[in-house]
């Protein structure tokens, strides 16, 4: 049996009701074998990056207790992409899902197809704010803080859309939503949902 190792998962989506794409990505997140979702961020609407003629952006963070190999844990997320209608024809163009790996575990990897830490979560706010909501503490391999991180390169463009409400989740536990504003000012609590 593998060692239960913590990873993040970034998730967004642009095309064909963002929010709910997401949302219901949560639930396939935890569906995964040998995979508890631990912590769901806000979700942030975000201006898009790269490509700009296309929708903004919903944006989230899931922090997972996962057994998966990294391998393994990237072919379910390209699987849960698929069943979203995920197609790749324009890089950084719109999608229905995209699911990343930021980090897992201290992990550095640079392999075909899987890159970890994620080669640009260190510069982009839509993935730090959610990170930091689910991992105050999270380090970026040779980049530093994710919260250090944020609060050099701010805020621009990425606004909070939705705090998650209590939720009974299968095994009955409800976690209360933190306010999305004191994640600069040094509160450590969880947030989220814990569903493991």
Not at 35 to 42: G, K, L, N
Not at 127 to 152: F, H, M, S, Y
């Amino acid at each position: 049996m593998n060692p239960t190792v913590t990873a993040v998962v970034a998730l967004g989506s642009n095309l064909d009701d963002p929010e709910a794409h997401v949302k219901r990505a949560f639930a396939d997140l935890a569906r995964l074998p040998e995979t508890w979702v631990t912590a769901r961020s806000a979700l942030y609407r975000t201006a898009p990056v790269g490509y700009a003629d296309q929708p903004a952006f919903v944006n989230a963070c899931a922090r997972i207790e996962t057994r998966l190999a990294p391998r393994a844990l990237l072919d379910g997320l390209l699987a849960i992409e698929r069943r979203h209608g995920r197609v790749r024809d324009v890089p950084n163009g719109p999608r229905t899902l995209d699911l990343d790996i930021v980090l897992y575990g201290g992990a550095t990897i640079d392999g075909p197809g899987l890159s970890v830490p994620h080669p640009r979560a260190h510069e982009r706010a839509f993935v730090l704010a959610p990170l930091v909501d689910v991992w105050p503490q999270a380090v970026i391999p040779g980049k530093g803080t994710a919260r250090e991180l944020l609060e050099t390169i701010g805020m621009e463009g990425v606004q909070p859309l939705v705090i998650p409400a209590p939720d009974q989740g299968a095994r009955g536990q409800a976690s209360a939503a933190i306010h999305v504003g004191s994640r600069l000012r040094g509160n450590d609590d969880k947030r989220g949902n814990d569903d493991k």
